[in-house]
């Protein structure tokens, strides 16, 4: 499954038969419960129907979540404040 990196895992995604999926980790589905909602999908993974447009602005806002969320971490992992 192709994995996107920076400071450990970002982002998963893998194409099916009828669907797309994106994994942003539990806390990326989570913090757009509400826009994703319209979308299947589990505690970490979204699917989004290959008959519908890509939201594009919606999965770049879940990546840019994500950077913040692993750029964080890291920050705090290595003892350093911002």
């Given amino acids: ?46 699917q989004f129907p290959l008959d519908k447009p890509m939201p594009l602005k919606l999965i770049s806002r879940i990546v840019k979540f994500r950077v913040a969320e692993n750029s964080k971490k890291a920050t705090v992992k290595s003892g350093k404040k911002k």
């Avoid at 797309?20 to 909602?37: N, Q, R």
Wanted: aromatic residues 18%; charged residues 15%.
């Fill in 1 to 46: 499954m192709p994995t996107f990196f920076l400071n450990g895992n970002l982002v998963h995604f893998a194409a099916f038969k009828k669907h797309v999926g994106f994994y942003p980790t539990p806390s990326g589905i989570e913090a757009f419960k509400k826009e994703l909602s319209i979308y299947e999908g589990a505690k970490g993974s979204v």
